[in-house]
Structure formats: structure tokens, C-alpha cells
């Protein structure tokens, strides 16, 4: 079983910056892809961004492109989102999680990861 937390989420203004970050209690997220989602109450969760297991694979959600990056550290076993040029629409619930099973892929899919965290809070005020 793979627990991933996720940190770094907070109140921010618009135009701010964030760094959110997925670590694994007690495991390598080495062989892992790894991907953001996001989620707001009673509504399905929404692709970020996504890296595969080396770091050389990345996808990101159109909305994002240019403003967020994901990167990893397997030294420190640790999967970052830089956040850049907030928006209030950026507001939510930010999810990280492991896929195993596919770990070539930078999957922008819910259902190809196994793994989830509990999630951290992003709220960007205007």
C-alpha cells in the first residue's frame, strides 16, 4: 500500500505563486508515474499535470500550460508542482497520485492510478 501526502497548499492572491509537493510514507515513488488532479465538492476530479517514472514524460492540462510545472526528485522521493500566475479559478482541492501499473505514462486519466493522497487546499483570492 502506497500513502502519499501532499503539502504546500495555501491562501494566496491572484498573480502569486505556490509549490505543492507529493511524498510517499514509507515507499519509492521511484517506479511510479505520478499526477495532479483537482477536485471540488461534488464534482469529478480534474487532470493537472502528470510525469512519468524518470522525469522525461510530462502532460499538462491546457489551462495550466506555461503557468504550472511538475517535476520529481527520486533522491528525496518527491513529486513538485510549481504554480505560477494564480487565479481564483485555480481554487481547490489539489490531489496527488501514483500510478504503478503504467509508469511510462504520464497519464491524465483518474483511473490509471491506484494511489491517492488526502489532498491540500489551493485558494487563490482575486
Known amino acids: 500500500q502506497v500513502q502519499l501526502v501532499e503539502s504546500g497548499g495555501g491562501l494566496v492572491q491572484a498573480g502569486d505563486s505556490l509549490r505543492l509537493s507529493c511524498t510517499a510514507s514509507?515507499?519509492?515513488?521511484?517506479?511510479?508515474?505520478v499526477g495532479w488532479f483537482r477536485q471540488a465538492p461534488r464534482t469529478d476530479g480534474r487532470f493537472v499535470a502528470a510525469?512519468?517514472?524518470?522525469?522525461?514524460?510530462?502532460k499538462y492540462e491546457d489551462s495550466v500550460k506555461g503557468r504550472f510545472t511538475i517535476s520529481r526528485d527520486n533522491i528525496k522521493n518527491t513529486i513538485y508542482l510549481e504554480m505560477n500566475s494564480l487565479k481564483p479559478e485555480d481554487t481547490d482541492v489539489y490531489y496527488c497520485?501514483?500510478?504503478?501499473?503504467?509508469?511510462?505514462?504520464?497519464?491524465?486519466?483518474?483511473?490509471?492510478?491506484?494511489?491517492w493522497g488526502q489532498g491540500t487546499q489551493v485558494t487563490v483570492s482575486s
Open positions: 510525469i512519468n517514472y524518470d522525469g522525461r514524460r510530462t
Open positions: 514509507g515507499r519509492s515513488l521511484n517506479g511510479y508515474a
Open positions: 497520485a501514483a500510478d504503478q501499473l503504467t509508469p511510462y505514462a504520464a497519464a491524465n486519466t483518474t483511473s490509471w492510478y491506484e494511489y
